[in-house]
Structure formats: C-alpha cells, structure tokens
C-alpha cells in the first residue's frame, strides 16, 4: 500500500463522499462501515471482488462473462436510478387531457417531494409489479421496511401534476382490473341482492356500515369463487401498486366542494388550468361533424365513438374550444354536462346515503391531515374506514352503534399520515379521487417534469409521433 497511484487515491475519495452523502441523506448511518468495502475496492485490495471474472492463466474472460458483468452494472445502475432519481412513466388513459396526452412519456422526478425508500427492496428494475409474457410476480414479499421518505425539494402543492401508487389496488384480480376490487366487489354484492331479495329478508342492520360489509361480503366471495372469469386475488404492498397521475386539487387540512362543475377550496372558487375539460352536449342544425372537425379539436377516435352520431354529440372540450364553437353557424347550442346528486343511489365515494354527492357536485369534504383528530360516528366512518384500517393499520370494528378501534371504544380519531385529493383535468371521463377516496402521503411516488417522447395512438409511423411535445416541460400552472 506504498505506493498507491493519486487517481485510485482521488476515485476512492470521490466515492467516500458520494456514501457519506448518501447516508446523510437517507439517516441510517448504520450504513457508515459500508466505508469500508469501498476502500477496500479502491485502496488495500484485499477482497478479490472481481474472482469470477477472473482466469486461471490471466487471460481476458469470456465475452459472455464480460456481457454478463455489464448487464448487472446497468441493472444495479438502473435501480438506483429509479429508487432515488427518475423514473420513466407512460400516460395511459386520457384521465389528464389536454394537460397530459395518452401516449406521453415522462421523466418523473423522486427528488421533488423526496424519494420514498423501497417497501419491498428485493425487485426487479423497470417492471412495476409483474414481468410481461411470463405474468409473474417481480418483487419478492421478504424483506419489507416500513415507509420512510428522504428529504426532497418541495411539497406537494396545489394543481401540481403528482405520480401516485393506486390506494384501492392493494387488492387486484388480475383478469379484471377496472374499476378496482373495491368498486367491483361492492356492485356485485348490491347486484347479487337485487336479484335475490330473499337474501336481506329477516336481517336488522344496526347502521349503513353493517349493511356495507354484508354487501361486500357477498361480492368478495362472487370474485374469489370465480377465479376463470376474474383471475387470481393478488395483494400488492403500497410500493407495488399500479402507477397513476392526476393533479392535486387539494391538500392535507383543506376543505373540498365542487358546485356545478367548479371546485372550491375553502369557500374559494379556484381557477381552472387552460387544460381542464369537461363534457359538453354540442348541437347542431343537422349538420353531422365531420373528421376536420374532430381533428381541429383534437378530439380521439375514441371519444369521437363516444360522442355520438349527431345531430347531437357528447364531447370533450376546453372551456376556450366550447367558446370557439359557439359561433360555428351550424352549431345550435353548446352546454356542459352536468350530473346533479341524485336520491337513495350513491354514485361517488364514500358511496354511502349520509352523502348525496355527484360527479359535478361534490362534498363539502374536509382533506386529512396528519396530527389532526376528527369525531367518529355511524354518519361519518364509511368516509374514514379505510384510512383507519389499510392506510394506517388499525383493526377496525363496529357492534351495533359503538366503534371499537385496536379493541377499544373510540369515538375519534388521530390521523398518521397527510392525505390528498386527485383528480384528472379531464374532468369527466377521469376515475379519481371522487371515485376512491384519499391518496396517503406514502403513496406519492414523485412529480413529472418533462416530456421525452410522445406517440398518437390514433395514427400510423411517422405520423404518430407528437414533435411539438418533445421535451415539453410539465408545470402545474400549465
């Protein structure tokens, strides 16, 4: 060790403060004598860490062994990457349009609200909870950690456009996946008593939450009893769940309404990004629209099927293109959709007869936050079970009118965690959080800021590729 060149002295130095950083920055400086390892890699050479590369007469290896070493290294690079750094993300479903388009890929930043370390540290780089072809799990159960998230930029903040795990997809048929578990099993068991009345006949339910687990109860068997049409059930950690992207309409401690269409946060009507669309019922003298048409609006085939044949349409526009139309000679008249609240059948999260909400007029709903403590009763649990239970791991139970929580009677409640309320700029063909409730803070995966690539679903190479989206800076005020 005399004689030690100054570049293996500088590289090892270079790397002794990245680690010591980096344990800095995840707080666990039990990590520290991983120090030691490096030093020995770069300095006293003690561990022969590369023997399996190595020959028996000193000769190069194999080209395969050398193909295999670097595979590994991008493998491990990859990782880290996408652990603490970016990962890529694809928009799927038009929930975001004309904010985000289905085909946009994204670099989304883990450093912006800080990256969350792995859940389940043993996973295979890239695949988010099933490798293709072969449908097979990609994480392993063993080992788990408990949620911790490291220091990032920022909060999360109003309007900004934020990358979440699914919160209902902890459970998922994997042969019927939309709407989620808890959608399905809860129409299948209102449905299943529709059809057999004799069912609830001589039953007393003490309140509308025994009745709601009555009913899942009968779904959950329907979808476990029929694994050919649903699949296997499969339970995925919080860091496995389906990847989504919605904007954040509101934070921890904020009081939620939507009033025809428009959504307030505490009392105050917010301004709506240029993005935001709904559904308007355009229509016309007769006149039926034609591919011009569709395409000057960017209106998908899809929602071009969707909205009809005419004379009267049903389409998605922003509230400038609605405006645009309006002089159009041959449009007659062009409203937005609205769903009123309806009696006695509830239609949006928490599903339940205490809340008469719709789509389009929705709450007031106060948005949990971590530290605060709210009273529980039999009008308000079904809006909080969730969180007492598979958010924040409380047994929950309900005997009669008494709520017992851990075996105790309880008759509030402290939160753990921060929540959020998502939902997509599209305003009217988004499953959101007016569909699924809350979004817990270890769920949040990061934040996109740019836009790589962007490819039309709709049209054929080279013409589906989106030139004007290339590397697009995503903003939350965009």
């Known amino acids: 060790m005399q004689n030690i060149p100054k570049a293996r002295i500088i590289r090892f130095a270079f790397a002794a403060l990245v680690y010591i950083l980096m344990v800095i920055w995840i707080g666990n400086y039990w990590l520290l004598p991983g120090l030691l390892i490096i030093f020995d890699v770069y300095i006293s050479k003690k561990v022969p860490w590369n023997f399996w ?3 028996k007469d000193g000769r190069k290896p194999a080209a395969w062994i050398e193909w295999i070493d670097a595979l590994l290294f991008a493998l491990v690079a ?24 289905v085909g946009d890929h994204l670099f989304v930043s883990k450093m912006s609200y800080g990256p969350r370390m792995p859940i389940t540290p043993l996973a295979f780089p890239l695949v988010q909870n099933t490798f293709p072809i072969i449908n097979t799990r990609s994480y392993t159960e063993w080992p788990t950690w408990s949620y911790k998230r490291l220091k990032g930029f920022k909060q999360v903040e109003h309007n900004d456009i934020v990358v979440f795990n699914f919160p209902t997809g902890d459970t998922v048929p994997v042969l019927y996946t939309n709407p989620d578990y808890y959608i399905t099993i809860r129409e299948l068991g209102l449905s299943q008593i529709n059809r057999t009345p004799e069912l609830i006949q001589n039953k007393n339910f003490d309140s509308e939450y025994a009745f709601r687990q009555f009913v ?46 428009q959504v307030f946060i505490d009392g105050q009507a917010v301004k ?20 011009r048409f569709f395409d000057r609006l960017e209106i998908s085939s899809e929602d071009q099927m969707q909205g009809g044949i005419g004379p009267h349409y049903l389409l998605p526009l922003t509230a400038d293109k609605a405006d645009k139309i309006k002089g159009y000679k041959f449009i007659e008249s062009v409203q937005i959709d609205e769903q009123k609240p309806v009696d006695s059948r509830e239609l949006v999260f928490p599903y339940s007869e205490n809340y008469n909400w719709s789509r389009d007029n929705y709450g007031p709903l106060w948005i949990p936050q971590k530290g605060a403590t709210v009273k529980l009763n039999m009008d308000n649990i079904l809006l909080y079970d969730r969180i007492i239970t598979a958010y924040e791991g409380n047994q929950l139970e309900v005997k009669g009118q008494t709520i017992y929580i851990n075996g105790k009677i309880a008759d509030s409640y402290t939160f753990k965690m921060n929540y959020y309320f998502m939902m997509g700029d599209n305003r009217h ?6 569909y699924w409730g809350f979004v817990p803070e270890d769920h949040i995966v990061g934040r996109p800021i740019l836009v790589w690539l962007s490819l039309n679903k709709d049209k054929s190479f080279p013409a589906n ?5 290339f590397f697009k800076v995503v903003t939350g005020g965009e």
């Open 216 to 261: 899942n109860d009968i779904g959950r068997k329907i979808v476990h009893n029929n694994p050919q049409q649903f699949g296997e059930v499969l339970y995925r950690p919080v860091d496995r769940r389906d990847n989504y992207v919605k904007r954040c309409i509101a934070l921890p401690g904020d009081t939620l309404e939507i009033r025809s269409n």
């Open 465 to 469: 590729i989106r030139w004007n989206r």
């Open 429 to 434: 063909k988004s499953a959101d959080s007016r």
């Open 78 to 101: 990859v990782y880290i990457i996408n652990l603490f750094f970016f990962q890529n993300y694809k928009i799927p479903t038009s929930s975001l349009e004309k904010s985000m388009l």
């Open 53 to 55: 590369k190595k020959t």
């Open 272 to 291: 709506n990004e240029p993005g935001v669309q709904h559904n308007y019922h355009v229509i016309t003298d007769g006149t039926l629209l034609n591919q």
